[in-house]
């Protein structure tokens, strides 16, 4: 009988490339993937060590899944793995413990998939990571229209509340003829959008003597109906070239996911961030600058050690001055061997979720508001293929999230969509073509 395995992906959007990956292994070995509520004879869990809640809901999903097969073979692997893989043995019902490294070997240091009476722990030490790249990409739900693909993995920069680079190394990059390579094999399966992900995206290409801009020009002048997208990128490697370039480039979405955590000097300065308050500002206006409709999302953390009432504030205004379109709102979580676990004048619990919480509200206003200011445009929309209650949904270049009425027709296609409405989380408006993209650019 084929044997069953269900894979469940915590963090970023990295994590769910890399899950896919793991995904594709398993096939090849004759198993039926299915979802993580259904039975399963294996279960893979890709875990993140951003905040405890991921660390806590790894322990909770281990669990679900032994009540549904108690006698389930349980994988645990990514970065809480890496850096706690005791911990995780110590899980009961945890078979094997993988490292970053690792979760890529699972035929090949497994056996086989039944349970033993003690935990296995593959964990190579981070150091060695620095030299590995393992290839990876996803889709949503295979719906042939958005893939993630890893083009960099691990970070050189030493921000004091994180622990990625203890679990994922140093900054390096996937060879640039083979992110070509592998570029050209996902629009030939029919990917519309490639969103390219990493650690740390804009930093790619330093062993290769590249960077992310040039890394661009040559992925738009690849054949194809097609358009990329940056996951996110650092305000200090967003170049005026990467802005000028996409402002020119059909092929490059109008939309940029730019971190801030803070908008107080003193706290961003203790966070130990490469940017000051005002870079952070001169990026936004420049963008909006030379791209009046381009979508820009903010991630902020709340809570960090030291930071007062005041200045929580100063973010807050800081944020709702800038013309922004959401924000991704973290609350401080005390990691282990970070610089910041060890500073002062912890935020209490209960006023860290009272800032997320106006944070998020903001976030609100301003999607609100960037939506509204979508009425009347034409948006280019890449809808997927999901029929829900006669609808059909979509994402436009500059991230904005547009419902239609469910048309066949334009699944996994590039359509003309003129908003006349907003209604809550999403644009509503009148289809006016399917348009094909240029096949390719010369910039």
């Given at each position: 009988m084929q044997k069953k395995v269900a894979l469940h992906t915590l963090g970023c959007k990295l994590n769910f490339s890399e899950t896919s990956t793991i995904g594709k292994e398993f096939l090849l070995k004759g198993f039926e993937i299915v979802d993580f509520k259904d039975k399963a004879?294996?279960?893979?869990?890709?875990?993140?060590?951003?905040?405890?809640?991921?660390?806590?809901?790894?322990?909770?999903?281990?669990?679900r899944a032994l009540r549904s097969n108690p006698q389930a073979y349980v994988i645990v692997t990514g970065c809480y793995a890496q850096l706690r893989p005791e911990q995780i043995a110590a899980i009961e019902g945890v078979d094997a413990v993988l490292g970053s490294s690792e979760k890529f070997k699972i035929f090949s240091l497994l056996d086989d998939f039944e349970k033993k009476e003690l935990s296995c722990i593959?964990?190579?030490?981070?150091?060695?990571?620095?030299?590995?790249?393992?290839?990876?990409?996803s889709s949503d739900a295979d719906s042939r229209t958005r893939a993630y693909f890893k083009i960099q993995d691990g970070c050189d920069y030493k921000c004091s509340f994180c622990t990625i680079p203890l679990a994922r190394g140093l900054s390096r990059s996937m060879n640039p003829d083979l992110v070509v390579s592998e570029f050209k094999n996902l629009i030939g399966q029919g990917y519309k959008e490639v969103i390219l992900t990493g650690v740390n995206v804009g930093d790619y290409g330093k062993s290769f003597d590249i960077d992310l801009f040039k890394l661009l020009l040559k992925l738009i002048n690849v054949d194809g109906d097609f358009r990329i997208r940056i996951s996110s990128i650092e305000p200090n490697l967003l170049t005026d070239e990467i802005i000028e370039l996409t402002a020119k480039s059909e092929k490059l979405c109008n939309h940029f996911h730019i971190p801030l955590q803070s908008g107080n000097p003193a706290i961003l300065k203790a966070m130990q961030r490469r940017y000051k308050v005002e870079d952070y500002h001169?990026?936004?206006?420049?963008?909006?600058?030379?791209?009046?409709?381009?979508?820009?999302g903010v991630d902020v953390i709340v809570g960090f050690p030291g930071e007062t009432e005041e200045n929580f504030l100063e973010t807050y205004d800081f944020l709702s001055d800038l013309p922004i379109s959401y924000l991704h709102v973290f609350t401080y979580s005390e990691r282990p061997d970070t610089k910041a676990i060890a500073l002062p004048d912890?935020?209490?619990?209960?006023?860290?979720?009272?800032?997320?919480?106006?944070?998020?509200?903001?976030?609100?206003?301003?999607?609100?508001?960037?939506?509204?200011e979508m009425i009347g445009k034409d948006l280019k929309v890449l809808f997927e293929s999901e029929n829900i209650d006669g609808m059909i949904k979509g994402f436009s270049s500059n991230y904005v999230r547009v419902e239609n009425k469910f048309n066949p027709n334009i699944i996994n296609e590039f359509s003309i969509v003129n908003v006349t409405k907003v209604n809550e989380v999403l644009c509503e408006g009148n289809l006016k073509e399917i348009k094909k993209s240029v096949a390719s650019e010369i910039v």
């Open positions: 004879d294996v279960y893979v869990f890709n875990t993140c060590t951003v905040t405890q809640n991921a660390e806590r809901e790894c322990r909770q999903l281990v669990r593959y964990v190579s030490p981070t150091e060695e990571l620095n030299n590995q790249f393992g290839l990876a990409s001169r990026i936004i206006h420049k963008v909006k600058g030379i791209i009046p409709d381009a979508g820009i912890k935020v209490d619990n209960s006023e860290r979720k009272r800032r997320n919480s106006m944070l998020r509200i903001l976030s609100e206003k301003k999607r609100n508001l960037f939506y509204n």
